[in-house]
């Protein structure tokens, strides 16, 4: 069963602070990541990828990967009222296709000024 | 430089009416995708088509068709349209089946 879980939220967080959003994934056979953010009305935009343990930066934003603990998390620094949206995390499944890019449910981020 | 575009962005149906939702992409991608987003649900995947001509179901394919006539585009078909299926639904493209998707601007659709 294909399943990518995250809490709904809201998450609230300061400006200026980092937020920090999870991801969790029933197969540890995944080998491929994404965080989406999605604003109200407004279609998924790809934010980052990961597809090795570790840490991955790109300028305020870090992707981490645990395959072992089957987890992924985002962390946003320096928190912005424009970051306030919706978080979707992304896996694909096994070879990909039809059984392949599963999201989950999202994470709404509120950051307050 | 436009990426993913969907048409139309909102269409009203009466229930038993039928449409067609287009979308098209340039960016010369293989895999190609239709999602549905309802509250509290998320993404679900419709369809998915790996290639011109190829297109296989994904975890919600009830009361829809699709066709992929040739590699920039991928239509989703509601043959008979219910009040279940008023829904977001977004068209995506990814260069292949293991890589990030890029969306197109979604299309609102209510079924009265």
């Known amino acids: 069963q294909k399943e990518v879980e995250q809490n709904s939220g809201p998450l609230s967080v300061p400006e200026g602070a980092i937020a920090s959003l999870n991801c969790t994934y029933s197969?540890?056979?995944?080998?491929?990541f994404f965080w989406y953010r999605q604003y109200s009305g407004k279609s998924p935009e790809l934010i980052m990828f990961?597809?090795?343990?570790g840490d991955k930066e790109d300028g305020r934003f870090t992707a981490q990967l645990n395959k072992a603990s089957q987890y992924v998390s985002l962390l946003i620094r320096d928190s912005q009222p424009s970051d306030s949206a919706t978080y979707l995390c992304?896996?694909?499944f096994g070879r990909g296709g039809a059984d392949g890019l599963t999201f989950g449910k999202g994470t709404h981020l509120i950051i307050q000024p | 430089n436009a990426g993913v575009t969907q048409t139309p962005k909102f269409q009203v149906l009466k229930t038993g009416q039928s449409m067609t939702l287009q979308c098209a992409q340039d960016?010369?991608?293989?895999?190609m995708y239709w999602y549905r987003q309802d509250p509290g649900m998320g993404l679900r995947l419709i369809y998915y088509?790996?290639?011109?001509?190829?297109?296989d179901k994904g975890e919600v394919p009830n009361g829809y068709n699709v066709s992929r006539l040739n590699k920039r585009e991928f239509s989703l078909r509601l043959e008979s349209a219910a009040p279940s299926q008023t829904s977001v639904y977004f068209c995506?493209?990814?260069?292949?089946?293991?890589?990030?998707?890029?969306f197109g601007q979604g299309t609102r659709l209510t079924v009265v």
């Open positions: 197969d540890r056979g995944s080998q491929s």
């Open positions: 992304a896996v694909i």
């Open positions: 990961i597809y090795s343990n």
């Open positions: 995506a493209s990814s260069e292949s089946y293991n890589t990030e998707a890029f």
């Open positions: 960016m010369n991608h293989n895999s």
């Open positions: 088509s790996a290639s011109e001509g190829t297109t």
